[in-house]
């Protein structure tokens, strides 16, 4: 998968860290601030005209739609990412995030993430940006194996912890070569070196250019704890060996046992 640049927040230590995300009566800080600047799209806008048509007081509302995250599926055309959408409303009944270790010893990291429906059972490294401020993916020798962002919060925990992965190599198809098949309602399950494991409901999916990367909406602050699935999508420049687009899956924690 190629790489994609992320803004990010360093999280407070004893407030309700975007990295840990949980507990009662702590105060969340976002991971936007430890992301490397992205080109999220979000440039000034072009003057308007000081008068509107009297064909554009007619059509006024006509063609637009609301902004949304759409619900997926195999075969449906996956919805165009718009910066200005919320992240989708949760599919299941939302269960309370798993409080963060209180040693550093003792925090858990997510060691593998099966996805049944796409026939996903994969380890889970981790990953960090490099000097160019690039979100690192797993090592094109391991095709199958997914990556978590390190300063993104543990899976289970309060927040959007993030889990990559490639959609193909020179060599065919990877990991998350499927990920545009899941729709609203799928389970993800991730297991942590702590012996808990984790249910996430899918609560919607998108494609998004990577030249406007919806990064608040990735990365930014939640209420409660959530999954983000990232690969790549769109058209394969063979010049570049990359892709245009970027597939994001969105999720949240709907079971937890352990």
């Not at 165009?80 to 949760?90: E, G, S, T, Y």
């Not at 796409?118 to 990953?127: E, L, T």
Request: charged share 20%; proline share 10%; net charge positive.
């Amino acid at each position: 998968m190629a790489e994609q640049k992320v803004t990010m927040q360093r999280a407070l230590p004893g407030l309700l860290i975007a990295g840990s995300l949980a507990g009662v009566g702590i105060v969340m800080v976002s991971l936007l601030s430890l992301a490397p600047p992205v080109d999220d799209g979000s440039g000034p806008l072009a003057a308007a005209q000081d008068q509107p048509t009297k064909v554009e007081v007619q059509n006024a509302g006509a063609f637009v739609l609301p902004a949304t995250v759409g619900p997926g599926g195999k075969n449906v055309p996956l919805t165009p990412a718009r910066l200005d959408a919320p992240p989708p409303l949760a599919a299941a009944p939302v269960v309370s995030a798993i409080p963060p270790a209180k040693t550093k010893k003792a925090k858990a990291r997510p060691t593998r993430i099966k996805i049944p429906k796409i026939k996903v059972n994969s380890v889970i490294g981790g990953v960090t940006v490099d000097i160019k401020g690039n979100l690192g993916t797993p090592p094109l020798t391991k095709p199958k194996q997914t990556g978590w962002y390190r300063f993104s919060p543990v899976p289970g925990e309060l927040g959007p912890a993030i889990i990559n992965g490639h959609v193909s190599t020179r060599k065919g198809p990877a990991v998350f070569d499927r990920l545009h098949e899941l729709a609203k309602g799928d389970q993800i399950y991730v297991y942590r070196s702590d012996g808990k494991v984790t249910r996430f409901t899918v609560s919607g999916i998108e494609q998004a250019s990577k030249k406007s990367f919806p990064t608040s909406r990735v990365y930014g602050n939640t209420t409660n704890s959530q999954l983000r699935l990232v690969t790549c999508g769109g058209v394969f420049n063979k010049t570049a060996h990359s892709y245009t687009d970027n597939i994001i899956v969105y999720a949240t924690l709907s079971k937890k046992k352990g």
